[in-house]
């Protein structure tokens, strides 16, 4: 059967990890001149504190090339799907592509530029394990993933913009107005890159669902099988909310709620929530 591995992030709790046989490599984080893996050794809550102590945003680094390849050596008897957070975010990739070619498995692991981030790669990577787990070909999944990943829909929407801000992700122009005037923008990913789109402005709690109300036409035509709730901290009524919203429609089979892990949350910040899925 393929193995199918993604970096850390895709986001995917270890429930799902584990009922589709996902292996996740490690994103680094550094906190000053402490590393951590993304997901191992360090939380989102202990990034929070670091970055509100220090006034700045971690720094996030590609797994090690040797660390990607002893990953690889322990599935080199099968084929491989391995997934990357999008190449113009992160060097992730290109890391991994090095390592299929220094053990020379050009034949049997392939390398998918996700051009996504969070569970916008997680939808498509349990997508690749139920292929696996049906016996598919890797170059089988690939195919078939290739031609889904533009239909993945990625946005979500920020508490605040301190930290896109302090990771040079947003304009100081763009932080300012967002801390004085309250405005929390939709970040959507496009074409492997974030881009703010419409804002709101007020109370988290109804900045959040009007977010997801406007894309209630998009929603109702998605493939059905499964959305994702991601987010970095939000409260749980909040979360209900979008939980319950999302069911009254009636569309999906399966409504996946998870925390964003380290790295997104280093860009991103505590508050952020976004709906994830892949459109019909």
């Not at 993604?6 to 550094?30: A, M, N, R, V």
């Not at 099988?225 to 919203?245: L, M, N, P, W």
Request: net charge negative; aromatic share 6%; glycine share 8%.
């Amino acid at each position: 059967m393929v193995k199918i591995i993604s970096d850390s992030t895709c986001d995917l709790s270890k429930e799902l990890l584990e009922k589709y046989d996902i292996t996740i490599l490690p994103l680094h984080i550094h906190l000053g001149d402490e590393e951590y893996e993304d997901g191992v050794n360090i939380t989102p809550d202990d990034i929070y504190q670091w970055s509100d102590a220090n006034k700045t945003t971690p720094k996030t680094s590609a797994a090690s090339p040797d660390s990607v390849m002893e990953l690889f050596k322990q599935y080199a008897d099968r084929e491989i799907v391995c997934f990357s957070i999008s190449d113009e975010m992160s060097t992730t990739g290109n890391v991994m592509r090095m390592a299929v070619e220094e053990l020379g498995l050009e034949e049997s692991a392939f390398i998918v530029n996700s051009a996504n981030l969070s569970t916008g790669i997680g939808l498509m990577v349990i997508e690749a394990a139920i292929m696996a787990q049906e016996g598919r070909s890797a170059r089988e999944i690939v195919e078939y993933i290739e031609a889904l990943k533009p239909r993945v829909r990625a946005s979500f929407v920020v508490d605040t913009l301190t930290y896109l801000h302090r990771g040079g992700r947003c304009s100081s122009v763009a932080a300012l107005a967002g801390g004085v005037l309250q405005l929390h923008p939709r970040i959507v990913v496009e074409n492997g890159r974030m881009s703010a789109g419409k804002k709101y402005r007020g109370k988290t709690q109804s900045v959040i669902l009007s977010y997801v109300k406007d894309m209630e036409e998009e929603l109702k035509q998605a493939k059905p099988d499964r959305v994702f709730i991601t987010h970095s901290g939000c409260d749980a009524e909040t979360i209900e909310k979008v939980r319950q919203y999302l069911e009254e429609l009636g569309v999906f089979g399966e409504i996946l709620i998870t925390r964003a892990g380290g790295v997104v949350s280093s860009h991103c910040g505590p508050g952020t929530l976004g709906v994830l899925f892949i459109a019909g």
